[in-house]
Structure formats: structure tokens, C-alpha cells
T-cell receptor, first 110, second 114 residues
């Protein structure tokens, strides 16, 4: 089976940096995604990690440690529009099975 | 074209009705997915089609019947649903070879079962 854990809620201040952690246990691990989802909308892709290390994309960075079953999403220079849910998702079983964690609801405050 | 199109956007049906949700993509993706999402919950995988063949069924009740007529289309046939099946149904597609396996989601079909 699979187990994906992430905090359910976080609050951060506009302009600050926030780190959202995700731990996972799975067989046949092939990679880890981060998605953003606003209420009532479909998830949108943020990042993908398959090898250990940091992937940077603008204000967003994602880190993976396969040996520790751990990932984080780092958001810099927070903006109000960054409020929403951030979903950690594990790819397993080839390019087929993407399983989502419960999601972290981030609230950005002025 | 990087879109996944789902129809209808909203659907209300009774427990005895038969209806279908439709999904279409023209990105050449050979994997297509149905996810179910309840309010304040993450998307839950229901079915995966790879090269138009059903490759994953996450023990979904038979009142949900998927169909993949060709590489661009994915349907979800609904029959004798229960009120607890009310949810947002998300279709997604991804490349099977090459790429990252990133899922491209449609906007979803919001289903209400009365």
C-alpha cells in the first residue's frame, strides 16, 4: 500500500518563505509531484522530482530524498494568490499510478 | 493544444438514471485517468487506461463503468448511483513514454446524485 503524509494546514505571511513537507511510504516509487489546487478548480502541476536533490522553478523549489521518503515544496516571496491547497503526489507502478496526499491548505496573510 | 476537456461541467441525476461523463484530449497522451474528489479531500484514483486498455481499477463499484473508445476519448458511464457518489469527477491524461508522467487535468464534472 501507500502512505503519504503532509500537514493539513499552514499559515504564512505575504513576502515570506514557507516550506511544506511530505513524507511517503510506497513500493515501486518512480517520482514525486507537487500540485496546487484552488477551491473548486482542477489541480495544476508545480514540480516533479525523480532523483534526489533540489529542483528550482522561479519562486517554487522542490526537494526529494528517496532514501528518507521525504520531499518538501519551498515557496518564496509569498503572494496572496498562493493561498490554496498543495498536494504531494507519488508516482508508482510505471507511468500510471499517481496517488495524492491529503493536501496542505496554505493561507497567506497580509 | 494542452487541454483536457470534460463534459458536462455539472450533472444532476437521480438514483435510477443512466448518464455518462466525457473526456477528450488531443495531446497524444496514451494514459488517461478518472479521479473522484470529495470536498476538502484529495483526488482519489478510480481508473487508469494505458494504450486504450484498462490497466488499473481501484476496486471501484460496478455502477461506475469506464470506456476508452480511442486514444483521445475517455468516458465514465454512471448507473444506479448513490447520493454518496456526489463529487467532482476529474479526468486526466499523461504521456506513457518519455516526459515526466505529469498529469494534465480537466476542469472536472461536478456530479450531484439525488
Amino acid at each position: 500500500g501507500q502512505n503519504i503524509d503532509q500537514p493539513t494546514e499552514m499559515t504564512a505571511t505575504e513576502g515570506a518563505i514557507v516550506q511544506i513537507n511530505c513524507t511517503y511510504q510506497t513500493s515501486g516509487f518512480n517520482g514525486l509531484f507537487w500540485y496546487q489546487q484552488h477551491a473548486g478548480e482542477a489541480p495544476t502541476f508545480l514540480s516533479y522530482n525523480v532523483l534526489d536533490g533540489l529542483e528550482e522553478k522561479g519562486r517554487f523549489s522542490s526537494f526529494l530524498s528517496r532514501s528518507k521518503g521525504y520531499s518538501y515544496l519551498l515557496l518564496k516571496e509569498l503572494q496572496m494568490k498562493d493561498s490554496g491547497s498543495y498536494l504531494c503526489a507519488v508516482l508508482s507502478g510505471g507511468y500510471q499510478k499517481v496517488t495524492f496526499g491529503i493536501g496542505t491548505k496554505l493561507q497567506v496573510i497580509p | 493544444d494542452t487541454e483536457v476537456t470534460q463534459t458536462p461541467k455539472h450533472l444532476v441525476m437521480g438514483m435510477t438514471n443512466k448518464k455518462s461523463l466525457k473526456c477528450e484530449q488531443h495531446m497524444g497522451h496514451r494514459a488517461m485517468y478518472w479521479y473522484k474528489q470529495k470536498a476538502k479531500k484529495p483526488p482519489e484514483l478510480m481508473f487508469v487506461y494505458s494504450y486504450e486498455k484498462l490497466s488499473i481499477n481501484e476496486s471501484v463499484p460496478s455502477r461506475f463503468s469506464p470506456e476508452c473508445p480511442n486514444s483521445s476519448l475517455l468516458n465514465l458511464h454512471l448507473h444506479a448511483l448513490q447520493p454518496e457518489d456526489s463529487a467532482l469527477y476529474l479526468c486526466a491524461s499523461s504521456q506513457l513514454a518519455g516526459g515526466t508522467g505529469e498529469l494534465f487535468f480537466g476542469e472536472g464534472s461536478r456530479l450531484t446524485v439525488l
